[in-house]
């Protein structure tokens, strides 16, 4: 065994203790650096889905938020309009009173139009199914958030100083915003869920790939050390097997002269 061939056996460890990875390119273990580079590939769509998710939070939110405006005015005009049911009042007092639930009503369309997230109309029935991508496989939850536009709530033509208006009317606008925050919640609920359940398991294979990639240095270098040493033995023995035989055939050769 030459010096040479000797220093060529510790190149691979000095490769690594150079890069401070066990495997700095496929050579050192193409097994394992194809698993590594899954392991890596799994993590990054986790860590997306999780940030994908939180921007669905935020978006549901932000939906959440404007149905609670529009409930709020549903409240007030089923107030006006159990006040105006009251045969005690004019058709003056049902007229003004009218004037507040036009007011109301204009608010609610307003809401219903103008609510968005990143540009996208939340309300108003032209998004209310809104897909998020939680990983890449890809894996997605769907995220309605309803219509509540003045027509779709059935209230567009509520007039208390008419003689057949209903109160129902409020009611179902009501039940059917409601209905749509209690899904929005549940949603809500499910990604954050999953948000936490993403950052989990991308660390876990994050550290499954530190595992297979990263180098114990102290480690390498001592093992370096040992290596060396031993390699330095096997010169010594062999040059003394090799003086030993130069010996040997001397002698031989002396003998025989």
Do not use: C, H
């Amino acid at each position: 065994m030459s010096d040479m061939s000797i220093s060529g056996s510790n190149s691979r460890i000095y490769g690594q203790i150079a890069s401070g990875s066990a495997l700095p390119t496929a050579a050192y273990g193409a097994a394992e650096t194809a698993i590594a580079e899954r392991e890596e590939s799994q993590a990054t769509g986790l860590n997306v889905g999780a940030e994908n998710m939180k921007s669905g939070v935020e978006l549901s939110n932000v939906a959440d938020g404007g149905l609670a405006n529009i409930s709020d005015s549903l409240q007030r005009m089923r107030e006006l309009a159990i006040q105006a049911s009251n045969d005690t009042l004019t058709d003056t007092d049902r007229s003004s009173i009218q004037d507040e639930i036009d007011e109301l009503k204009q608010g609610i369309a307003d809401v219903a139009s103008q609510t968005s997230y990143n540009t996208k109309n939340l309300l108003d029935g032209s998004n209310s199914n809104i897909r998020i991508a939680t990983n890449d496989n890809p894996d997605s939850v769907s995220i309605d958030t309803g219509d509540a536009t003045l027509d779709a709530l059935g209230i567009k033509d509520f007039d208390v100083t008419s003689s057949d208006f209903n109160i129902q009317d409020i009611d179902n606008a009501l039940q059917k915003v409601n209905d749509t925050r209690s899904a929005i919640g549940a949603k809500t609920n499910a990604l954050e869920s999953g948000i936490n359940y993403n950052y989990n398991a991308a660390e876990n294979t994050t550290a499954a790939q530190s595992r297979l990639e990263d180098l114990d240095i102290p480690k390498a270098v001592s093992n370096l050390k040992k290596k060396e040493t031993l390699d330095t033995y096997q010169v010594m023995m062999q040059k003394m097997r090799q003086d030993n035989e130069r010996s040997q055939s001397a002698q031989l050769f002396g003998s025989i002269g």
